[in-house]
């Protein structure tokens, strides 16, 4: 069983819809959470950082942790055609980070 | 990208030669690592370093070795050894006590 488990999607969606993202995960130690957000022959580029459970809104992006279900969520308000890329979730437990394959977004203007 | 670099951005190699991939970094972050990213696999560790001249494996550290004789600088070296090497290979750091990598822009290498 992978650690992290990620719908690769392709997920299609019009402008202005609500983005659900969503990875679950096997490891009940890891407690530090991220979603990365990568375009294109780029390097991944932090979007959220949360500890824990709970949720943790920044701007459009909400991320949200639920430990007891192992499974954690990114939410886009109001997706921009600026948001199609991949989105990787990402967790530690301590100095190893492990990912999930990422799910490719496509926002349709 | 912030304070990391990675050269070159393409890399073209023949088969049984060995390359060297940079990742400079002016964060001051303590810890530094190497990741492969192929397509539906996500990324995986190659090998991370946390101290200068101390380093550990991955995941996946056959045919791949690196060196930390200063706190910016971390390069891999694929050697021929390395069966499958084409991929996009990233480099990321993190300031410890912390518990969030950034990423440097990547280098993708292609075997011919």
């Known amino acids: 069983q992978k650690e992290v488990e990620q719908d690769p999607g392709p997920l299609s969606v019009p402008e202005g819809a609500i983005v659900s993202l969503n990875c679950t995960y096997s490891?009940?130690?890891?407690?530090?959470f991220m979603w990365y957000r990568q375009y294109s022959r780029k390097g991944p580029e932090l979007l959220m950082y949360?500890?824990?459970?709970g949720n943790k809104e920044d701007g459009r992006f909400t991320a949200q942790v639920d430990k007891s279900s192992k499974y954690i969520s990114l939410f886009i308000r109001d997706s921009q055609p600026s948001d199609s890329a991949t989105y990787l979730c990402?967790?530690?437990?301590?100095?190893?980070?492990?990912f999930g394959t990422g799910t490719s977004l496509t926002v349709i203007p | 990208d912030g304070g990391i670099t990675q050269s070159p951005k393409y890399l073209f190699r023949k088969e049984g030669q060995n390359v060297t991939l940079s990742c400079e970094q002016n964060?001051?972050?303590?810890?530094m690592y190497w990741y492969r990213q192929d397509p539906g696999q996500g990324l995986r560790l190659i090998y991370y370093?946390?101290?200068?001249?101390?380093?550990q494996k991955g995941d996946i550290a056959e045919g791949y070795s690196v060196s930390r004789e200063k706190k910016e600088s971390f390069p891999l070296t694929v050697t021929s050894a390395q069966k499958n090497p084409t991929a996009f290979y990233l480099c990321?750091?993190?300031?410890?006590?912390?518990?969030?990598?950034?990423f440097g822009p990547g280098t993708r290498l292609t075997v011919l």
């Open positions: 949360t500890y824990s459970s």
């Open positions: 990321a750091t993190r300031r410890l006590a912390t518990y969030t990598q950034y």
């Open positions: 990402a967790m530690s437990a301590g100095n190893q980070f492990y």
């Open positions: 964060l001051n972050h303590d810890a």
């Open positions: 490891n009940s130690a890891f407690q530090y």
């Open positions: 370093s946390q101290i200068v001249n101390d380093f």
